[in-house]
T-cell receptor, first 113, second 112 residues
């Protein structure tokens, strides 16, 4: 357990479904991130939140909708996904966006059928 | 953009062997991370370094800032070391501030 908890660990959803991924940290970090890891590719940054405010959207399609109600919680709402969105979605946190120390969650393995 | 290259992509070793994984990058950085990712997907930070060398148990990480190169060494490797090892560099981009760019990872398999 790293201090960053992601749920669920695995998710299978149809293309017409709506689901949400959850990330929670109680490390006192102010910055939280969503990353996507597709097979055989480096991690790709999706969204950055700093003090609950979105500071970066890395050209992510609108079928991915992040929400950060407070500095400890981060959600990724999913709707009308495509099979190519199947990937490992990782959440991370850090003290600030310029901080060197990142803590990663265990990820949610998403399969879109 | 900071290009991060790792080598080798795949590495198979026998238990007990000394292992080296390399990482090179193209733009000056403020810090470099070595991360370990197990088959379940979770990522654990092994080291964060900005100069010199760090050691933790059987793991050693070195960085040469002038040559823009880092190595991760594993001494007396063990099957439980089997994982993907990822190099990630923290650098400053003029328009968007601090960035973390990841290498593709090195898949290490240690056979008993």
């Amino acid at each position: 357990e790293t201090g960053v908890t992601q749920t669920p660990r695995h998710l299978v959803m149809g293309m017409t479904n709506k689901k949400s991924l959850k990330c929670e940290q109680h490390l006192g970090h102010n910055a939280m991130y969503w990353y996507k890891q597709s097979a055989k590719k480096p991690l790709e940054l999706m969204f950055v939140y700093n003090f609950k405010e979105q500071t970066e959207n890395n050209s992510v399609p609108s079928r991915f909708s992040p929400e950060c109600p407070n500095s400890s919680h981060l959600f990724l709402h999913l709707h009308t996904l495509q099979p190519e969105d199947s990937a490992l979605y990782l959440c991370a946190s850090s003290q600030g966006t310029g901080s060197y120390g990142y803590t990663f969650g265990s990820g949610t393995r998403l399969t879109v059928v | 953009k900071n290009e991060v290259e790792q080598s080798p992509q795949n590495l198979t070793a026998q238990e007990g062997e000394f292992i080296t994984i390399n990482c090179s990058y193209s733009v000056g950085i403020s810090a470099l991370h070595w991360l370990q990712q197990h088959p379940g997907g979770g990522i654990v930070s092994l080291f964060m370094l900005s100069s010199g060398k760090k050691k933790h148990g059987r793991l050693i990480a070195t960085i040469n800032i002038q040559e823009k190169h880092s190595s991760l060494h594993i001494t007396a490797s063990h099957p439980r070391d089997s994982a993907v090892y990822i190099c990630a560099v923290m650098w400053h981009e003029e328009t968007s501030g601090s960035r973390l760019t990841f290498g593709e990872g090195t898949q290490l398999t240690v056979n008993p």
